[in-house]
Protein backbone atom coordinates (compact mmCIF):
# COMPACT_ATOMS: atom_id res chain seq x y z
CA UNK A 1 0.00 0.00 0.00
CA UNK A 2 1.31 3.34 -0.93
CA UNK A 3 1.26 6.30 1.24
CA UNK A 4 -0.73 9.24 1.20
CA UNK A 5 2.06 11.76 -0.02
CA UNK A 6 3.15 9.65 -2.87
CA UNK A 7 -1.25 9.43 -3.73
CA UNK A 8 -1.18 13.24 -3.79
CA UNK A 9 1.59 13.43 -5.55
CA UNK A 10 -0.22 10.70 -7.96
CA UNK A 11 -3.29 12.77 -8.32
CA UNK A 12 -1.47 15.86 -9.19
CA UNK A 13 0.77 14.11 -12.16
CA UNK A 14 -2.49 12.78 -13.57
CA UNK A 15 -4.55 16.06 -13.29
CA UNK A 16 -1.71 17.76 -14.53
CA UNK A 17 -0.78 16.04 -17.56
CA UNK A 18 -3.80 14.48 -18.92
CA UNK A 19 -8.05 15.11 -19.20
CA UNK A 20 -9.91 13.90 -16.28
CA UNK A 21 -13.56 14.58 -16.33
CA UNK A 22 -14.71 12.18 -13.16
CA UNK A 23 -13.96 10.80 -10.24
CA UNK A 24 -14.12 7.68 -11.78
CA UNK A 25 -11.82 7.94 -14.37
CA UNK A 26 -9.43 9.15 -11.68
CA UNK A 27 -10.22 5.99 -9.67
CA UNK A 28 -9.22 4.38 -12.58
CA UNK A 29 -6.03 6.37 -13.84
CA UNK A 30 -4.55 5.83 -9.19
CA UNK A 31 -5.34 2.02 -9.90
CA UNK A 32 -3.52 1.42 -13.00
CA UNK A 33 -0.45 3.60 -10.89
CA UNK A 34 -0.97 1.07 -7.86
CA UNK A 35 -3.58 3.06 -5.57
CA UNK A 36 -6.28 1.14 -4.78
CA UNK A 37 -8.69 3.80 -2.79
CA UNK A 38 -12.83 4.20 -2.82
CA UNK A 39 -14.21 7.27 -4.17
CA UNK A 40 -15.13 8.57 -0.29
CA UNK A 41 -11.07 9.07 -0.20
CA UNK A 42 -10.42 10.50 -3.51
CA UNK A 43 -12.89 13.27 -2.83
CA UNK A 44 -11.32 14.12 -0.01
CA UNK A 45 -7.60 14.09 -1.77
CA UNK A 46 -9.23 16.61 -3.85
CA UNK A 47 -10.74 18.52 -1.77
CA UNK A 48 -7.93 18.86 0.34
CA UNK A 49 -5.72 19.69 -2.77
CA UNK A 50 -7.87 22.27 -3.90
CA UNK A 51 -8.78 20.42 -7.39
CA UNK A 52 -12.15 21.51 -9.17
CA UNK A 53 -13.55 21.59 -12.87
CA UNK A 54 -13.26 23.50 -14.97
CA UNK A 55 -14.55 23.91 -18.68
CA UNK A 56 -12.37 21.73 -20.71
CA UNK A 57 -13.06 23.59 -24.32
CA UNK A 58 -14.63 20.57 -25.48
CA UNK A 59 -18.39 21.17 -24.18
CA UNK A 60 -17.38 19.22 -20.76
CA UNK A 61 -15.16 20.05 -17.45
CA UNK A 62 -12.19 18.69 -16.52
CA UNK A 63 -10.00 18.99 -13.47
CA UNK A 64 -7.81 21.33 -12.22
CA UNK A 65 -5.52 22.05 -9.69
CA UNK A 66 -5.42 26.22 -8.53
CA UNK A 67 -1.87 26.45 -9.77
CA UNK A 68 -2.65 24.97 -12.84
CA UNK A 69 -3.64 27.21 -16.03
CA UNK A 70 -6.24 25.42 -17.34
CA UNK A 71 -6.57 27.68 -20.49
CA UNK A 72 -2.83 27.71 -20.86
CA UNK A 73 -2.49 24.34 -20.83
CA UNK A 74 -5.66 22.68 -22.96
CA UNK A 75 -5.72 25.67 -25.51
CA UNK A 76 -1.96 27.36 -25.66
CA UNK A 77 -2.65 29.22 -29.29
CA UNK A 78 -6.08 30.41 -28.85
CA UNK A 79 -7.03 32.70 -25.69
CA UNK A 80 -9.31 31.66 -23.02
CA UNK A 81 -12.02 33.99 -24.32
CA UNK A 82 -12.10 33.11 -27.55
CA UNK A 83 -12.04 29.41 -27.46
CA UNK A 84 -15.33 30.07 -24.83
CA UNK A 85 -17.08 32.68 -27.60
CA UNK A 86 -16.59 29.09 -30.13
CA UNK A 87 -17.81 26.59 -28.02
CA UNK A 88 -19.67 28.65 -25.30
CA UNK A 89 -22.07 30.65 -27.49
CA UNK A 90 -25.77 29.12 -27.66
CA UNK A 91 -28.43 31.74 -29.05
CA UNK A 92 -29.81 35.34 -29.04
CA UNK A 93 -32.68 36.79 -28.35
CA UNK A 94 -34.30 40.43 -27.73
CA UNK A 95 -37.07 42.02 -25.96
CA UNK A 96 -36.97 45.77 -26.45
CA UNK A 97 -33.64 47.36 -25.80
CA UNK A 98 -32.71 43.77 -24.09
CA UNK A 99 -31.09 41.02 -25.63
CA UNK A 100 -30.77 37.74 -23.90
CA UNK A 101 -27.80 35.43 -24.72
CA UNK A 102 -27.84 32.25 -24.21
CA UNK A 103 -25.29 30.02 -23.74
CA UNK A 104 -23.33 26.33 -22.26
CA UNK A 105 -23.69 26.25 -18.63
CA UNK A 106 -20.73 27.62 -16.92
CA UNK A 107 -19.96 30.11 -19.88
CA UNK A 108 -21.81 32.76 -19.19
CA UNK A 109 -19.54 35.14 -16.91
CA UNK A 110 -16.54 34.43 -18.94
CA UNK A 111 -18.83 35.70 -22.11
CA UNK A 112 -20.02 38.55 -20.25
CA UNK A 113 -16.53 39.89 -19.25
CA UNK A 114 -15.16 40.15 -22.64
CA UNK A 115 -18.32 41.87 -23.83
CA UNK A 116 -17.39 44.55 -21.19
CA UNK A 117 -13.87 44.46 -21.97
CA UNK A 118 -14.42 45.08 -25.97
CA UNK A 119 -16.90 48.04 -25.16
CA UNK A 120 -19.24 47.23 -27.94
CA UNK A 121 -20.62 50.64 -28.93
CA UNK A 122 -24.37 49.22 -28.57
CA UNK A 123 -24.24 47.63 -25.05
CA UNK A 124 -25.02 49.69 -21.92
CA UNK A 125 -24.63 46.91 -19.41
CA UNK A 126 -24.50 43.15 -19.50
CA UNK A 127 -25.55 41.07 -16.02
CA UNK A 128 -24.70 36.94 -16.19
CA UNK A 129 -25.56 34.14 -14.78
CA UNK A 130 -24.12 30.33 -15.52
CA UNK A 131 -25.84 29.79 -18.75
CA UNK A 132 -27.90 33.38 -19.62
CA UNK A 133 -26.24 36.60 -19.97
CA UNK A 134 -28.53 39.87 -20.04
CA UNK A 135 -27.57 42.93 -21.68
CA UNK A 136 -29.22 46.49 -21.49
CA UNK A 137 -28.80 47.68 -24.98
CA UNK A 138 -28.33 51.95 -25.50
CA UNK A 139 -31.40 53.81 -26.12
CA UNK A 140 -31.91 53.57 -29.89
CA UNK A 141 -29.15 50.79 -30.44
CA UNK A 142 -29.68 49.02 -33.76
CA UNK A 143 -30.19 45.40 -33.18
CA UNK A 144 -29.14 44.44 -36.80
CA UNK A 145 -25.86 46.54 -35.46
CA UNK A 146 -25.16 45.04 -32.45
CA UNK A 147 -25.42 41.61 -34.22
CA UNK A 148 -22.80 42.41 -36.49
CA UNK A 149 -20.76 43.30 -33.83
CA UNK A 150 -21.16 40.33 -31.59
CA UNK A 151 -20.83 38.00 -34.72
CA UNK A 152 -17.09 39.78 -35.74
CA UNK A 153 -16.82 39.48 -31.20
CA UNK A 154 -17.61 35.76 -31.60
CA UNK A 155 -16.23 34.65 -34.49
CA UNK A 156 -19.49 33.16 -35.16
CA UNK A 157 -22.01 33.88 -38.08
CA UNK A 158 -24.96 33.85 -35.94
Known sequence: ???????????????????????????????????EITQATLS???KQMKVVKAPDGEGGHA??????????????AQ?????QMHSGYVSLQFS????????????ASGI???IDE?????????????????????EGADRSEFRRDLALFLGTER
Open 118 to 138: HKLSTVLATVAGDDTILLVLK
Open 96 to 107: GNIAVIKTRPGY
Open 1 to 35: MKNKSNRLHAIRMIVQNERVSNQDELLAKLKVAGF
Open 44 to 46: RDL
Open 63 to 76: YVLPTDSLYERIYK
Open 112 to 114: AYE
Open 79 to 83: AAYEK
